[in-house]
């Protein structure tokens, strides 16, 4: 679980407060962000819209049925629902209940419960069957899943003892767990690479590793679709899934773009910049030989003689540049590898 995140308790009676005031103090002290809410101060029912939508994790201490009822109409999908937990005020058990995997509610259950001194309740079949769970494998991977529906049926071949083949072309690191097998074909697998849309088996999930830095430059002023078009063709053509991104970098003269923070904010990553002095010191030997596209007008606009390939470079930790500068109407991109493996 990431740390800073918004965790919101909800109590109904002064023995829940209690509880969940201790399980707040456990959250804060693991560098969460927990905010206790009183069913009896605040009609939890009116705000629970707000509460689903702007919570990572939401702590019901209380009864499952009473949190059940409150959060069914604004179950979405797996990969967006927040992760949902319920404890009792005896301090029994806490209970994962939505998003075990992906939202991490399995993980936060085990985590109160060791602070509470109660019982992790924990439901995934994958889990109660101690078989290999694709979701959970995804997001330790550092992996985005691009088609969700898939899960289940990974899933059910894992826990039928059905072979699920795997295919990708990353270095692997480790044995494959029990029920993978690698493949190029067959009924069901999973496929890890960058389109995610590469579909060799008959039921593909498609895992995308998040691991690729996109360094940008463009004109003052540049019009944030303009720039957003640009990026997706640019992605598009070179097969990249957006998911694949994990940072938008560019020179601190662009730290206030609208174009570039704009971008990085839909696509939830960080936008990262660098002084002049910082991307002239990527040198070409550091980048073990690669030459960046240097231009003079750059250099006498900037300071520099590359931003877009630099920044990329410098994000991904000195990666590998794997899309060299491309350019259109005032605007560069570039994007950058960082060193992975698939590991297990």
Do not use: Q
Not at 179 to 193: F, N
Not at 264 to 281: C, H, M, N, Q, R
């Amino acid at each position: 679980m990431k740390k800073h995140e918004k965790v919101t308790v909800i109590v109904f009676t002064d023995r829940a407060k209690a509880v969940g005031e201790e399980a707040a103090r456990l959250l804060e002290s693991g560098g969460y962000a927990p905010e206790v809410l009183d069913g009896r101060e605040v009609k939890i029912s009116a705000e629970m819209e707000r509460i689903f939508s702007d919570s990572r994790f939401i702590v019901f201490v209380s009864a499952v049925g009473i949190a059940i009822r409150l959060i069914a109409p604004f179950v979405r999908a797996k990969d967006r629902d927040p992760g949902i937990v319920a404890a009792d005020e005896g301090k029994n058990f806490v209970i994962s209940l939505l998003s075990g995997h992906l939202g991490g509610a399995n993980e936060l259950s085990e985590m109160l419960a060791d602070g509470l001194g109660a019982v992790p309740v924990i439901t995934t079949a994958t889990d109660v069957n101690e078989k290999f769970a694709v979701d959970v494998w995804t997001k330790r991977a550092g992996c985005a899943i691009e088609n969700t529906g898939a899960i289940r049926h990974i899933s059910a071949a894992v826990l039928k003892d059905e072979k699920v083949g795997f295919y990708t072309e990353f270095e692997t690191e480790g044995e494959l767990p029990a029920g993978l097998e690698r493949a190029g074909e067959g009924r069901t697998g999973i496929c890890v690479d960058f389109s995610g849309k590469c579909a060799p088996f008959d039921v593909t999930l498609n895992a995308v590793p998040k691991i690729l830095s996109v360094g940008a430059g463009c004109r003052k002023g540049t019009d944030p679709e303009k720039f957003e078009r640009f990026f997706y063709h640019v992605l598009n053509e070179e097969g990249i899934s957006p998911s694949a991104v994990e940072s938008i970098s560019s020179i601190d003269l662009k730290k206030d773009e609208e174009c570039m923070t704009g971008l990085a904010e839909k696509l939830g990553v960080p936008f990262i910049t660098y002084s002049a002095e910082d991307l002239d010191g990527a040198g070409n030997t550091d980048s073990g030989g690669y030459e960046f596209d240097e231009s003079d007008f750059v250099r006498r606009t900037t300071g520099t003689g590359n931003v877009c390939e630099r920044s990329a470079f410098l994000s991904s930790g000195r990666g590998k540049i794997t899309v060299k500068k491309r350019s259109e109407g005032g605007m560069t991109l570039a994007v950058a590898i960082r060193d992975w493996k698939c590991r297990f």
